[in-house]
């Protein structure tokens, strides 16, 4: 039921937007424009009243308010439709060959390296995807790249607001074949898109994602920078990891002071002065491992004892591929020797990424909380939640329902639109 949303603030001020951009780009930055807001999130604003043909085509692509998870059929000639992982055609653990990307990317460059292959080998004209602001080094800016160059230049990730999306109506516009390396919503975003544009099919042919803990705001980052006694007008270099594996939160400053943070201190201590501020629609994601994408590359952790640990390393990524197309990217990619590959089995994932294996058994529950709660639902479909809360038991799945009942009765959804 999207049609409760009957204008972009009602999807705004539920908690629903992603931040995506692709409502900006379909209906034109002379009515809508992406910018951040008062909770220091990237979200649109109407520069002129949209009219109901206007909210009709955003409610047709927005990836916050409606869903539709991957079709069985995809893996139906190889590999499985996992319950929790989704679709698998094949999984490796790998990362670039080129010892550049593999150490300034977050991981071990899997995104870079299939990024720059795309560009050199013609089959895409253009990367989109994002990179820290040059004016703004603590913010993130959507950019379309064309050389493997400025391909390099948007590695690492950047754990704040962006809007990846804003550029890809005017591409579509262009006849460019493109790529977008990004978030799983916004990868998800895409696959509405090409229900409504028959163009995407063949001019968007790669979706490449992340695993996605969820994105903050820039409060966060500003937190950082205080804590190391540094105004933003002062920040020169904001990099949350990378540079290494999983790399130090960076900071550098203009007069040349320079600050880092382990990734266990900058992102898994309790006792620091800011705080993974999570937007909502995170919360509530049935989604975050890129189900929707052709190849998703998270992290692919060191283990010991079966947990894993996050001592410097050379960086590593797991190469999931979803669909044919993705897998036939990783082959070739591989073949050609701008990837290495080595084998990776299901078992190992569920130890490697038991945080996410929580967030997908968790998911019902939470949706459900919003329907008890009577507020605006979004309508995730095809996301095997029976399955989900099967998993998650019933202690677990009624916990869960307690715990975001609560949130919600503490307006923990609502969020300003200016
Ligand atoms: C917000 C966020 C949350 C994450 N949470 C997890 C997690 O829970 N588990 C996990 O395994 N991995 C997570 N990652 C992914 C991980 O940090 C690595 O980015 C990922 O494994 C890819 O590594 P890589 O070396 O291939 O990336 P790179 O080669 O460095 O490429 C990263 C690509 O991601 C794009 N990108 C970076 N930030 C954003 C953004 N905010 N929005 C859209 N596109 C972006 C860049 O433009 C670049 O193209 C997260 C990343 C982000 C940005
Ligand atoms: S999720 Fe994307 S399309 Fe939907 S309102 Fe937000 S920015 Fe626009
Ligand atoms: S958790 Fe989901 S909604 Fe949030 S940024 Fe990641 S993919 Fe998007």
Redesign the pocket.
Known sequence: MTSQFSDLQSIVTNGLCTGCGLCESVIGNDQVEMKLTSASRMRPHEIQPLDDNDMEKIRAICPGIALTGPDKSQVEDAGVMHDVWGPIRTMHRGW?TDED?RF??????????L?CYLLETGRVDA?V???ASVDRPME?DA?VSTTPEE?CS?????????A?LVNVNRLLDQGLRMAV???PC?VAAIRRLEAVDSRVEQQIPYLIT??????PSVTMVEDIIKYHGVSPEEVSTFR???NGW?GFTHVETHDGREFDLTYERAWLSDDVPWKYDNQFRCKICPD?IGELADIS???S?VMVDGKPIYDEAP?A?LFIARTKRGQELVAAAAEDGAIHLDPFTIDELNLQ?A??LARRTDNPARLQAMAMEGVPEPDFQNFRSDEMTHLAGTERHEATIRGTRKRIQGADHREPSE
């Open positions: 670039s990307i300034r990317s977050a991981a071990g460059g899997a995104m870079t390296a990024g990367i995807h994002v990179r993130t950019i391909v948007g590695s690492q990730s950047r754990y704040g607001p962006a990846p390396l990004a978030k916004d992340i695993f996605c803990g969820g994105v949350f990891r990378g999983p975050a590359c998270p992290d952790w960086g990524n990424q945080d996410h």
